[in-house]
């Protein structure tokens, strides 16, 4: 089995036809989460990097809608694009083993978001 780190894993997400949203950070504190969602153009790792240095330090950017290169290793159980989202994606075969054991505590919902 593989071993990736997650920082490496954003070298797979096909950036042309990913969608990214802005966050402003200071937005969740003050309650505006409801705001519209405003997409925003990456290109690159080293793009979201630069952003990020350019702007102000509440500053960020979050997936919306995940669409992954031809490389990625899709034979990985579980894994998350760090930096750009905190969820956490299991392949099906991981699922149907937790559900076939009984495994509680998890709750699993389905990505629409992963292609």
Same mark, same amino acid.
């Given at each position: 089995?593989?071993?990736?780190?997650?920082? *490496?894993?954003? /070298?797979?997400?096909?950036?042309?036809?990913?969608?990214? #949203?802005? $966050? /402003?950070?200071?937005q +969740?504190?003050?309650?505006?989460i409801?705001?519209?969602?405003?997409p925003?153009?990456?290109n @690159?790792? /080293?793009?979201y *990097? !630069?952003?990020?240095?350019? /702007?102000?330090? &509440?500053?960020?950017?979050?997936?919306?809608?995940?669409k992954?290169?031809?490389?990625?290793n899709? $034979?990985? =159980? !579980?894994?998350?694009? #760090? !930096?750009? =989202?905190? =969820?956490?994606?299991? @392949?099906e075969?991981?699922?149907?083993?937790?559900e &076939?054991?009984?495994?509680?505590? +998890?709750?699993?919902?389905?990505a629409f &978001?992963i292609?």
């Amino acid at each position: 089995m593989d071993t990736f780190i997650s920082t *490496r894993l954003v /070298n797979y997400l096909d950036y042309d036809h990913s969608v990214f #949203c802005k $966050s /402003n950070i200071s937005q +969740i504190f003050n309650s505006n989460i409801g705001q519209k969602e405003e997409p925003i153009k990456i290109n @690159s790792f /080293n793009h979201y *990097r !630069l952003l990020i240095e350019e /702007n102000s330090p &509440t500053f960020d950017v979050y997936l919306k809608n995940v669409k992954v290169t031809d490389s990625f290793n899709s $034979s990985l =159980d !579980l894994f998350h694009f #760090c !930096l750009f =989202d905190s =969820d956490n994606y299991i @392949s099906e075969k991981l699922k149907i083993g937790i559900e &076939t054991e009984k495994i509680s505590g +998890i709750q699993i919902e389905e990505a629409f &978001t992963i292609e």
